[in-house]
């Protein structure tokens, strides 16, 4: 089945600084999802992004389709952007398959 | 608009044990999934119900089952419960003209521990 790498695993931050994480995967995907994962465990859908670019306030996202990977830039980072960011991708009529996810600290 | 709503938030059992889990849709979306989270990991599909009949399971043993309900609710269950069923157990749903094809929308979580 499609293998989704995220990276990095992990990653502290001074609030205010900005980061990109980045989302490989290994074959052609008809959905991609970035979901940020609170410290309570609540996903929360950021971004439908199969391919091409979006932007939500300090948020945005890349997909670059043909050469299969993703990128989600967070600008200004605040305390509250801590938790884990996952991608989620779909190749065909499977199920969505999750990456590992990063977990961004923002330090005050 | 209610978003996805999952009880009991918190659950311990013990090992052998059988335990259900509940998951109501967003309102309008009849499809759902569910989800098994061990620590330090991506979700991982259990399986899915579209119009109460499951169209879609992942890699789990038959001893993980469900329902879907006329309401679009749906049931989790797990049977003889073992020490690696610890985990966050998350349901998400997907609008009407999706099957596995659309955004989902992912409820809060059970928090399943066995001992």
């Known amino acids: 089945g499609i293998q989704v790498e995220q990276s990095p695993p992990d990653l502290i931050l001074q609030e205010g600084a900005n980061s990109t994480l980045r989302c490989n995967f290994s074959?052609?995907?008809?959905?991609l999802q970035w979901f940020h994962q609170n410290p309570w465990g609540q996903l929360i859908n950021l971004f439908y992004?199969?391919?091409g670019t979006k932007q939500n306030g300090r948020l945005s996202a890349t997909t670059v389709a043909t050469e299969r990977y993703s990128l989600l830039y967070i600008s200004s980072s605040q305390t509250t952007d801590s938790g884990v960011y996952f991608c989620a991708v779909r190749s065909g009529n499977t199920p969505l398959v999750f990456g590992k996810g990063t977990r961004l600290s923002v330090i005050a | 608009e209610t978003g996805v709503t999952q009880s009991p938030t918190h659950l311990i059992k013990t090992r052998g044990q059988q335990v259900t889990l509940r998951c109501s849709s967003q309102s309008g979306h009849n499809t759902v999934s569910w989800y098994q989270q061990a620590l330090g990991q991506g979700p991982q599909f259990i399986f899915q119900?579209?119009?109460?009949?499951?169209?879609g399971r992942g890699n789990f043993p038959p001893r993980f089952s469900g329902l879907q309900f006329p309401n679009y609710s749906s049931e989790l269950n797990v049977n003889a419960l073992e020490l690696d069923d610890s985990a966050l157990y998350l349901c998400?749903?997907?609008?009407?003209?999706?099957?596995?094809?659309?955004?989902?929308?992912f409820g809060p979580g059970t928090r399943l521990t066995v001992l």
């Open positions: 074959d052609s995907v008809n959905n």
């Open positions: 998400a749903s997907t609008p009407p003209s999706g099957s596995f094809l659309d955004t989902q929308y």
């Open positions: 992004i199969p391919s």
């Open positions: 119900y579209y119009r109460e009949e499951e169209n």
